[in-house]
């Protein structure tokens, strides 16, 4: 399985990216979906999860700003991040799972940065 990341780049405080996640080699409707980020200098954190039935769960710091959803059609898990601030400055990484089991069980996409200036 293969997870491929995009959507990162620059944006200014305030503004929104769409990231999203195409898994392939696997179907994973019944794997929960998630996003991580690491900041420089710090350990990666948890930022939002999506369940295989569309149950959602976000870190505090993201929650009311950021919005996880899932196309099992398509394979891809996406994360619309709105008012973004500076801390949210970060190596997004996507990961799937099979529900009940952690995540560094599962498979694990590359990272695309995301760069909200001031």
């Known amino acids: 399985v293969q997870l491929q990341a995009s959507g990162g780049g620059l944006v200014q405080a305030g503004g929104s990216l769409r990231l999203s996640c195409a898994a392939s080699?696997?179907?994973?409707?019944?794997?929960?979906m998630g996003w991580f980020r690491q900041a420089p200098g710090k350990e990666r954190e948890f930022v939002a999860v999506i369940h295989w039935s569309d149950t959602t769960y976000y870190a505090d710091s993201v929650k009311g700003r950021f919005t996880i959803s899932r196309n099992n059609a398509k394979n891809t898990v996406y994360l619309q991040m709105n008012i973004l601030r500076p801390e949210d400055t970060a190596l997004y990484y996507c990961?799937?799972?099979?529900?009940?089991?952690?995540?560094?069980?599962?498979?694990w996409g590359q990272g695309t940065l995301v760069t909200v200036s001031s």
């Open positions: 080699g696997r179907t994973l409707s019944r794997y929960k």
């Open positions: 990961a799937a799972s099979a529900s009940g089991t952690a995540w560094d069980s599962g498979y």
